[in-house]
């Protein structure tokens, strides 16, 4: 079983419509992320947290916030969608690692369009 | 200014032949990670490999090695030996220490390994 889950893997929802994006993972890490990526943009941070408690704005959070119910979720909400979030998103959880590296590890990532 | 800057929108190298894929990093930090991801045509992120500004050899793994020119500020990754399943999108991507963390990523370079 994958170490990182995201659903759904796919969704279609329409202008103003509120969706949340779900991420699970089994890899006991503390600290979870979630981006998008758009063509040729490589992958921008909208929400981090470190633990359960701590939740961080990134780059571009404007128009989505998030829930960390449990060390292993983490979900993302768009309160009300609209075509320009229209994008691919991942969820990656990392911790410090034996050398402190912190490798960031990722989910599938789900594909919103959002029409 | 560009935290990760990959100049090579797109590669071709022959099946068997070494690549090399270009990554240069912005940082006033002493202390960093530098990372490279591969991400296939079906979406997922993979991690690849490794390297601490602190380290001193430069990081292999398997037909992956990173070539790190600390006072260049570059990070390239050679690929030994091309298999067609090389065939991706590879993202360079930069951890500060002291910046909460935050991961920054290139825009990608996408290879294609040719028979």
């Known amino acids: 079983d994958a170490d990182v889950t995201q659903t759904p893997r796919n969704r279609i929802t329409k202008t103003g419509k509120r969706i949340m994006l779900e991420c699970s993972q089994t890899?006991?890490?503390?600290?979870m992320y979630w981006y998008r990526q758009d063509p040729g943009l490589g992958l921008q941070l909208i929400y981090y947290?470190?633990?359960?408690?701590?939740?961080n704005k990134g780059e571009i959070s404007d128009g989505y916030s998030v829930s960390r119910q449990a060390q292993a979720k983490f979900s993302l909400s768009l309160e009300s969608a609209i075509p320009n979030q229209t994008a691919l998103y991942f969820c990656?959880?990392?911790?410090?690692?034996?050398?402190?590296?912190?490798?960031?590890?990722f989910g599938p990532g789900t594909r919103l369009t959002v029409l | 200014a560009q935290k990760i800057t990959q100049t090579q929108p797109g590669m071709f190298v022959q099946e068997k032949e070494a690549v090399t894929l270009d990554c240069t990093y912005d940082?006033?930090?002493?202390?960093?990670?530098l990372f490279w991801y591969k991400q296939p045509s079906s979406g997922e992120m993979i991690f690849l490999i490794y390297q601490g500004s602190y380290d001193e050899q430069n990081a292999t793994e398997g037909r992956y090695s990173l070539n790190f020119q600390k006072a260049r500020k570059s990070a390239n990754l050679v690929i030994s030996a091309s298999q067609l399943g090389d065939s991706a999108m590879y993202f360079c991507a930069m951890r500060e220490e002291y910046n909460f963390n935050k991961f920054y990523f290139g825009s990608g370079t996408k290879l294609n390994v040719k028979p």
């Open positions: 990656a959880t990392s911790d410090t690692g034996d050398r402190g590296q912190d490798t960031q590890y």
């Open positions: 947290s470190f633990d359960v408690k701590d939740i």
């Open positions: 890899k006991g890490h503390d600290r």
């Open positions: 940082t006033s930090d002493q202390s960093y990670g």
